[in-house]
């Protein structure tokens, strides 16, 4: 034997030291040596939401899971060992209850005419509330879920602003004319956004897709309603199928918030919420009722 050539002494010194690198003292084997302590620890976590280099992917099929996380119910389950409760209830509660308030007085319920009463919500529920669970969205990990519950939290905000007497004198500053077609291109941006989210959402439940498909139809007329006005108000009749639609989208918010509360500690029954059959679960079911059958 050569100088060069190892010992078996010397193969097992190489293996002892290799798997010393592989083991984490705390956490067991390491998934990648190459990682530090703290950059798997920050991958482990990611990979519970489904990215990130620990997060395993079918790439047989080729498909990723729609990323809505907890925010749309009936496709994932409660992320265990973590300190956030889930905040998506929270966010679509508050958006649910100022988007009916608008609703209503868009379709002039209880002949209301002036939409002065959404101001509060605005602010405080719809805007502060909403955008504080799009922060608590973003510390769980769920993109989708923050940019969505965030943004709407900015709208109502803004809503708030442009509405208040007063306040910043938006309104009053512009001609009645300059205002109903700044007022309708402003909705008509938050239909082009809801749009974008609303693609994002093809390969979730029925009850989420159907909530943001309503929203962006009702951005959709409430911004034609206010850019086809008569110099003086809105078109009457468009308005009211904006608020209609945002009624509609606001049951569906609410809808979606108790599907998110409801489970086995608190509830006698669990909320349906109904999977496309291309999504992850539909597939699911789509297999094992075809092996079942077989």
Known sequence: MSATEPTVNDNALEKETTNAAATDATNGPRAHPQMSHEEEQVARAA????????????TAENRLPAFGGEFQPGLYRPVS????ANPAPLGLSA??????????????????KEPSLVI?????????????????????????????????GGFWIAVGIILTPGGFNIAQSLSE???????????????????????CTLKSTVAFFSLFF???????LLGISYLRHDGAAPNAPVM??????????????WYNALAGIADTSNSFFIIPVAHFPWS???????????????
């Open 120 to 152: 509060g919500p605005a602010f405080g529920y719809g805007g502060l509330v909403q955008l504080l669970a799009g922060m608590w969205e973003m510390a769980v990990g769920n993109t989708f879920g923050a940019t969505a519950l965030s943004s709407y």
């Open 81 to 84: 060992e973590r300190k956030f």
């Open 280 to 294: 992850e679960k539909g597939r699911e079911r789509r297999t094992k009722t075809e092996r079942e059958t077989a």
């Open 47 to 58: 990979a519970r939401f489904g990215y990130g280099p620990l997060a395993h992917v079918n």
């Open 177 to 199: 004319e300059e205002f109903l077609n700044s007022f309708g291109l402003f909705l008509m941006g938050w239909f082009i956004f809801t749009f974008v989210l609303l693609l």
């Open 214 to 220: 309503s929203l962006d139809l009702a951005f959709l």
């Open 240 to 253: 009211k199928a904006g608020g209609f639609f945002a009624l509609l989208a606001a049951f569906l918010a």
């Open 95 to 112: 958006f649910a209850l100022t988007t009916f308030v608008l609703g209503c007085i868009n379709m002039g319920t209880r002949n209301i």
